[in-house]
């Protein structure tokens, strides 16, 4: 048996380590700092008064000079403290950054994302998929198109995109198995050379998990209509 790194016990000195460092700065006597416990992160909780935030900490190990990572993320039960799960999260926000300084000032990709993810709550998409399917809107739509003025018309192609992955259920995986992937951002390269994956892939095959995917966005799509009609 080699080493590992355990994810727990990493979490455990990290506490420790920024309890300690906390106390020496001047902040620590006006904001009230807790501790949220989990297994795979470290997450904080600073409050003062009325306003409080959280900052969740996420562990990774990068695969040699590669943007693919793997990290202690990722709840599901039962998964062993020595299991660290790959990542594309850094190498898709190297992609978004790339975007971001095209795009013009204006740009409302950030604003829909975060509106999307809003309506989430409650609904069954991850912000995983709605991530994923802007990036692909993101590279092929012109970024002039994404100014503020037309908002709305931005949210209806994100919707009308994922409507339609959900029809032929397939959405690609916007990094593995993607031959066009900017080169400057460095992958391992059997990672750019593997099967494409689909991320939709369970639809295809169960068709109850299919009908309930429909069923949520019918949910999504109200959610955001109702949204809409109160903002203005
Ligand atoms: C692969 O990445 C490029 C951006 O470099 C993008 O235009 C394209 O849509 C992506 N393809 C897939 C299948 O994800």
Not at 50 to 73: K, L, M, N, P, W
Not at 146 to 157: A, K, T, Y
Request: proline share 3%.
């Amino acid at each position: 048996m080699g080493c590992y790194l355990d994810v727990e016990k990493m979490a455990r000195w990290f506490y420790r380590f920024v309890r300690v460092a906390w106390l020496l700065l001047p902040q620590s006597r006006h904001w009230g700092f807790k501790w949220q416990p989990s297994r795979r992160c470290c997450k904080f909780q600073l409050s003062k008064e009325q306003q409080s935030f959280t900052a969740e900490v996420i562990f990774g190990v990068r695969q040699g000079d590669s943007e693919i990572f793997v990290g202690s993320q990722g709840t599901a039960a039962g998964v062993a403290s020595t299991t660290w799960l790959e990542t594309c999260a850094v190498a898709e926000a190297k992609f978004l950054g790339h975007i971001s300084r095209q795009a013009p000032q204006d740009s409302c990709h950030c604003k829909c994302l975060q509106l999307l993810s809003h309506s989430l709550l409650g609904v069954g998409f991850s912000s995983y998929t709605l991530k994923t399917v802007l990036t692909h809107l993101l590279s092929t739509i012109p970024l002039a198109r994404w100014c503020r003025m037309d908002f709305p018309q931005c949210l209806l192609e994100i919707l009308e995109f994922l409507l339609c992955s959900l029809q032929t259920k397939r959405l690609s995986h916007f990094v593995i198995g993607n031959q066009s992937f900017p080169l400057d951002i460095s992958l391992p390269s059997d990672l750019r050379l593997a099967q494409p994956l689909n991320l939709f892939e369970h639809l295809a095959s169960h068709q109850d998990a299919h009908l309930k995917a429909v069923q949520e966005y019918n949910a999504l799509l109200h959610g955001l209509k109702q949204l809409l009609v109160h903002s203005h």
